[in-house]
């Protein structure tokens, strides 16, 4: 299988090296704007250099790996689709969730397919979560609790160029209670501030946001998130049933010190990174797309999927913005 990757930034490099690590992929065909990284990329992996991702395209690709930067996107997606080849992005499908919509408008009924990168879903304790909610062994759900605090904040042109933090960050935990759970939200309500690095709050977004949202079964769903965790990289999700209760991420790589006496958990370093903390999620994931690639496996994670989530993440926006709860059907478009 001869797979192209357009954007050789930190994840699209990280994506060059986990699809040169499958057996299934022969070949790698790698662009960028920025001709060096496509030539560090090419003599680490072994890949072809194409000049532009119309050359990439046409070099006779099986699929293509969209890890550009996120204004490139909705471009991106449509030239693959219209060569006919199938196309991993990653997320968000577009800034604005109306080119979101347009992207929509212009896959959702063709035949070429496409995935977008939402990790968790192909995280094996997010996995065994969404198994015990599907077999009934939780009873019927009443709260879920889901949990995303990095350790540092990213750079100021990252952070004014992202869209703020539920569309950045939060839309992870967005998308995961809606795949692990099986429901829609109908209603959000937002909170946040900032404590620390001032150039967060200068870019009109929050460092620490908390968000409740409602179930269209009635579960509630509280959501933390912050870009300071001084211990490490916090992911978690907690669900809680009338008949039992479970929690992903409470391995003793957990960056929680405990002070109750005698209790050595957790024992591990902690995670650090997001790369660290799901790096065999991404590798699920990407063979995942070889299956979709093959033919065998129908995309994961639509662009209809992507979609739900960040209409969530504009509820929440708006919701910060005003101080008010905002049910998702005032922001929806489509």
């Known amino acids: 299988m001869r797979i192209a990757i357009l954007g050789l930034g930190r994840?699209?490099?990280?994506?060059?090296?986990?699809?040169?690590?499958?057996?299934?992929?022969?070949?790698?065909?790698?662009?960028?704007?920025?001709?060096?990284?496509?030539?560090?990329?090419?003599?680490?992996?072994?890949?072809e250099v194409a000049d532009s991702p119309e050359a990439a395209l046409a070099s006779g690709v099986d699929g293509v790996v969209v890890a550009a930067a996120t204004d490139a996107h909705p471009a991106l997606i449509l030239a693959a689709v219209e060569a006919g080849v199938p196309v991993f992005c990653e997320k968000p499908v577009a800034r604005a969730?109306?080119?979101?919509?347009?992207?929509?408008?212009?896959?959702?009924?063709?035949?070429?397919?496409?995935?977008?990168?939402?990790?968790?879903?192909?995280?094996?304790?997010?996995?065994?979560a969404r198994a015990a909610v599907r077999a009934g062994e939780l009873g019927k759900l009443h709260t879920v609790r889901s949990t995303t605090l990095d350790p540092a904040p990213p750079p100021a042109a990252y952070v004014?160029?992202?869209?703020?933090?539920?569309?950045?960050?939060?839309?992870?935990?967005?998308?995961?209670?809606?795949?692990?759970?099986?429901?829609?939200?109908?209603?959000?309500?937002?909170?946040?501030g900032n404590r620390g690095a001032g150039y967060i709050r200068e870019a009109g977004d929050a460092d620490t946001t908390g968000a409740v949202l409602t179930l269209d079964d009635g579960t509630i769903a509280v959501v933390s998130n912050s870009r300071h965790n001084a211990r490490g990289y916090d992911v978690r999700m907690e669900l809680h049933g009338f008949a039992d209760s479970i929690a992903v991420g409470l391995d003793d790589k957990l960056p929680l010190r405990s002070v109750e006496a005698g209790v050595t958990f957790p024992a591990g370093t902690p995670h650090d990174f997001f790369m660290d903390r799901f790096t065999a999620?991404?590798?699920?994931?990407?063979?995942?797309?070889?299956?979709?690639?093959?033919?065998?496996?129908?995309?994961?994670?639509?662009?209809?999927d992507a979609l739900e989530a960040g209409w969530i993440a504009e509820a929440c926006t708006l919701s910060l913005h005003e101080h008010r709860p905002v049910p998702l059907a005032e922001v929806r478009t489509a």
């Open 11 to 47: 994840i699209g490099a990280f994506h060059a090296e986990t699809l040169s690590g499958l057996d299934v992929v022969t070949s790698l065909v790698v662009a960028d704007p920025f001709a060096d990284a496509a030539k560090a990329a090419a003599e680490r992996f072994g890949a």
């Open 281 to 304: 999620a991404y590798r699920a994931e990407l063979t995942a797309f070889t299956e979709v690639v093959a033919g065998t496996l129908p995309s994961p994670c639509t662009v209809a």
């Open 160 to 192: 004014a160029a992202s869209g703020g933090i539920f569309r950045d960050c939060s839309v992870h935990d967005f998308d995961v209670i809606r795949w692990v759970t099986g429901r829609e939200v109908t209603e959000v309500y937002a909170v946040g």
């Open 97 to 128: 969730m109306a080119e979101g919509v347009e992207v929509l408008k212009a896959v959702r009924d063709g035949e070429v397919p496409v995935q977008i990168g939402f990790n968790r879903r192909f995280d094996a304790g997010f996995a065994a």
